[in-house]
């Protein structure tokens, strides 16, 4: 059974940083491509960053130069350093695990958490 467990999130000012966690089990950690999602209240979720095994990376134009996203393959975990934060980030953080086997890819969710970012 795969699991996406998120954590780190939480209420900071303008300007803060935050970093956020996503602890994987039950799939090849190794193997998948790893992003990270947010949904703001009704607007529709959003890509902030991805990063697949081989390191490339891709990120959501809004959070260039602030956000950072980075992988630990022996601890399944995929983290997001987001530095200068603004009001705008404000919304529920996804990590998300895309897994790619004979029968095409899976798509895997966290739960959520929270980011609010207070003006």
């Known amino acids: 059974q795969v699991q996406l467990v998120e954590s780190g999130g939480g209420l900071v000012q303008a300007g803060g940083s935050l970093r956020l966690s996503c602890a994987a089990s039950?799939?090849?950690?190794?193997?998948?491509?790893m992003g990270w999602y947010r949904q703001a209240p009704e607007k529709q979720r959003e890509l902030v960053a991805t990063?697949?095994?081989?390191?490339?990376?891709n990120y959501a134009d809004s959070v260039k130069g602030r956000f950072t996203i980075s992988r630990d393959n022996a601890k399944n975990t995929v983290y997001l350093q987001m530095n200068s934060l603004k009001p705008e980030d404000t919304g529920v953080y996804y990590c998300?695990?895309?897994?790619?086997?004979?029968?095409?890819?899976?798509?895997?969710w966290g739960q959520g958490t929270q980011v609010t970012v207070s003006s």
């Open positions: 039950g799939l090849s950690f190794r193997r998948a491509v």
């Open positions: 990063m697949t095994d081989g390191g490339r990376l």
């Open positions: 998300k695990a895309v897994v790619v086997g004979g029968r095409g890819s899976t798509d895997y």
